[in-house]
């Protein structure tokens, strides 16, 4: 940045609250506007005395404006592609016009010079900010494009109707003026197209920016009626911004609370992000009195009004805010002081409302699910339903209000955020005789959806998508940064025009005729045969697999294509089928090779024994793995279950010399060691040791439970004799030796009579206390 050169301003600027002076001292940035006035065939660096570059190292024609001759350099190149001319012949190629190249031309380079003159005849305080682009548009909404008779005028309305699509971003990009007292270098501003469009009404560019001043609210909180209060759960949204968002309550007199109070807070639970106020804004019994509201001291300035309607999941919100920006005036000592006004944006009304209208973790509305046919009867599915019906009752109570249409009415623009599906009948289009006041804003085509992601639909998540679109975007970039971006962005469009020309004049092919599966008989009937053959190895049934074999012994030789290492695989080892592995490799990860290893991986001991001793099967065969593994496995280790395993261990110890058991690389079975029956017995005795020792400690844990609980028991008895003994009432002096009746009643008893005494004593005791009870 020059020295002496304004900067921007620290807080992040409003779009309708700009800086004085830097509205009128902003013009559209273009790709092509940097060098419009550029000359196309010389390069302005290069001295005058320079020789002329050789025929090699220029660039060839352009294709696709007619007339045009070798460029003598690729700077040369690069600026016709950037000029009015050449994005002229682009636009009509790509939107339905005649080929330019191989046809006269519609419109010659003298013709849209002149038609450009004309748009500029007349207009002294247009200036730079007049972008190509604008001019473009003019052009081709003035010029007739010549089309074939039978297509006429039509064809052209389509072209220049698709013309702003073909022009259209998301966002767009201002400059300061050169020589402007707010020029700022590389500093680039960028504004939403559809809050420029809402906003004015126009759809040239150039004129976007007139539209934006916007009076400020001066009132001071607090007083006049208004009391100013802030909005809760808004502070971190208003942040960003460096705003506070006030609540509207009191501060327009044509705003009655009573107009407003819609659904009732006691039936619908109200979700709004944490806010703790989600009632409706404007309540009766906080509401001023219309001749308190405006004074005729500080008048109210026009207010400008959006309002936001969001819908989904069951959550409903809405709310009415005031472009007008609120800054209050500041005291003579805050001036002196030099302290800054505080920025705020002012609700008029919000109110949000949710129902049970989603299943969690599914997603979409119970009418959805039924209308895809899963019309479901649960208690939860009726609930949604009801939800729905609800929301849509409290949605059209809310809007049939006087307040709410008088919002809505005055609004400039509504901003809607919903599935179309979801909002016909609900939020517009009502069935009967009354109507939305949201029809009117669509036929005047003042609505629109939200240009920006959204979340749920809450107060917070409204006046955040409010200071998103209000934000301007500041961007830092160097003229090497922009023309970079510039060449990306016409190359991608060269691309995509030149697709959709080759795809225009391409013939679709015809689509390819499905190929009926013709299998042959015999081939139909083995594989049904080796299912039935897996089936039966899978669950065991060794007598009816044998009986198999036996009748069709053929099957396991059908097998044309093996695998390399199954290359000398035959009968009872032969692979399986290749399409009987893929649709297997569908459903689970490891696919058997052999029936050997199918039945080791379904744990089917008595089949793997049947196939190792009696029909020999090679437990060595690998099992086919991926082309990415390396790992070598076999029937063993497919094995799930310790019994399957000891088969294999227990066949290695009768017959070590069939195959190499322990061999762990490729040939080998990998079982890691034998099992006899001595080691059977071995392990069985020490599992019963094992058992053995484990009761034992089991009883003694119970007896010594027992005889705690019999102490306890003992112990409780005692407490409660004691407890149930009655006083002694011998009255005067105790004597040594003394001892009471009861004592010398019971010192003649035998133990069982003691014992006696003593239970019916307890049972005494236990009545006594079930009567306190």
């Known amino acids: 940045m020059a020295q002496g050169r304004p900067s921007l301003p620290g807080p992040p600027m409003y779009v309708f609250d700009l800086p004085p002076g830097l509205a009128s001292s902003l013009v559209l940035r273009t790709a092509e506007g940097e060098q419009e006035d550029r000359p196309t065939s010389t390069d302005p660096a290069a001295p005058a005395d320079t020789a002329p570059a050789k025929p090699t190292q220029g660039a060839p024609p352009c294709t696709l404006c007619p007339g045009c001759e070798p460029f003598a350099s690729v700077r040369a190149q690069r600026s016709h592609f950037q000029s009015l001319w050449h994005r002229y012949n682009l636009v009509l190629k790509q939107y339905g016009a005649r080929d330019t190249a191989s046809t006269p031309a519609l419109v010659t380079r003298d013709m849209l010079d002149e038609q450009l003159a004309s748009l500029h005849t007349g207009s002294d305080d247009e200036s730079d900010d007049g972008a190509t682009q604008d001019d473009l548009s003019a052009l081709v909404g003035r010029l007739t494009l010549t089309t074939p008779a039978d297509e006429g005028e039509a064809h052209a309305a389509r072209s220049v109707a698709a013309l702003p699509d073909a022009l259209r971003s998301p966002l767009l990009w201002y400059e300061t003026r050169p020589g402007s007292p707010m020029h700022v270098e590389q500093t680039q501003l960028g504004l939403y197209r559809d809050v420029l469009l809402a906003s004015s009404g126009e759809t040239q560019p150039s004129s976007f920016l007139a539209s ?57 639970s109200d979700t709004s992000s944490g806010d703790d106020d989600d009632e409706a804004t404007l309540s009766e019994n906080s509401a001023a009195s219309d001749a308190e ?75 959805a699910q ?3 046919g899963k019309h479901a009867k649960s208690a939860g599915a009726n609930l949604r339903r009801y939800g729905e019906q609800q929301l849509r009752t409290d949605i059209h109570t809310l809007l049939q209000r006087r307040g709410w249409r008088t919002l809505i009415e005055r609004s400039e623009h509504v901003w809607v955020r919903t599935s179309m599906r979801a909002a016909n009948g609900v939020l517009w289009h009502w069935t009967g005789h009354e109507t939305s006041p949201l029809d009117a804003k669509q036929a005047q085509g003042t609505l629109s959806h939200i240009p920006i992601a959204t979340q749920r639909p ?67 009937r083995e594989r049904e045969r ?30 044309n294509s093996k695998p390399a290492a199954y290359a000398d695989a035959t009968g009872i080892d032969t692979p399986l089928p290749a399409w009987w592995r893929q649709a297997e490799a569908k459903s689970t990860g490891q696919v058997p090779t052999t029936l050997l290893q199918a039945a080791a991986a379904a744990d089917q001991a008595d089949m793997v024994q049947y196939l190792l001793t009696e029909r020999h099967a090679d437990p060595t065969l690998p099992v086919l793995k991926d082309e990415g593994s390396t790992a070598h496995r076999t029937a063993y280790d497919l094995c799930n279950a310790k019994a399957t395993r000891a088969v294999f261990r227990r066949v290695m110890a009768e017959q070590p010399t069939w195959w190499k058991w322990d061999e762990m690389g490729p040939g080998g079975a990998r079982v890691p060691s034998a099992l006899t029956a001595d080691m059977e017995e071995a392990q069985a005795s020490k599992a019963r040791s094992r058992r053995a020792a484990m009761r034992e400690k089991l009883r003694e844990r119970d007896a010594k439970l027992e005889e705690k609980a019999q102490a306890e028991a003992a112990a409780a008895a005692a407490a409660a004799t004691s407890a149930s003994t009655p006083a002694s009432t011998t009255h005067g002096p105790r004597r040594l030796g003394d001892q009471g009746m009861a004592t010398m009643s019971e010192a003649g008893l035998s133990d069982e009579m003691r014992r006696r005494i003593e239970r019916e004593k307890r049972a005494r005791a236990a009545e006594a206390r079930m009567l306190r009870k």
């Open 212 to 268: 934006l001043t916007t009076p400020r609210i001066t009132i001071r909180p607090g007083t006049q009626g208004w009391s100013g209060k802030h909005l809760q759960g808004t502070h971190q949204v208003g942040r960003a911004m460096q705003m506070h968002v006030l609540d509207g309550q009191g501060l327009v007199p044509w705003l009655h609370p009573s107009d407003l109070a819609g659904v009732s807070s006691s039936d619908v």
């Open 458 to 524: 809450t107060l917070s998540e409204i006046v955040r998508c409010f200071l998103e679109l209000t934000r301007v975007k500041v961007a830092h970039l160097t003229p090497e940064e922009l023309a970079a971006q510039d060449d990306a962005a016409h190359q991608a469009s060269v691309t995509a025009a030149l697709r959709a020309n080759a795809a225009k004049h391409t013939p679709t092919p015809p689509p390819p005729r499905p190929k009926k599966m013709q299998k042959d008989v015999q081939e139909q």
């Open 293 to 367: 509201s405006l004074p005729a001291s500080i008048p109210l300035p026009p207010l400008r009004l959006w309002t936001f309607v969001m819908m989904g999941g069951g959550h409903f919100a809405i709310a009415t805010m005031a472009l007008n920006l609120h800054v209050p005036p500041l005291s003579a000592r805050a001036e002196a002081r030099g302290a800054k006004a505080p920025r705020s944006i002012v609700v008029l009304a919000h109110k949000t409302f949710h129902r049970y209208t989603t299943r969690r973790k599914q997603g979409g509305s119970q009418s």
């Open 370 to 372: 039924d209308a895809a």
């Open 530 to 559: 080796w299912i039935r053959m897996i089936s039966m190895v899978r669950k065991g049934k060794i007598g009816p697999l044998e009986h198999f074999l036996e009748r069709h012994a053929s099957l396991l030789s059908s097998v």
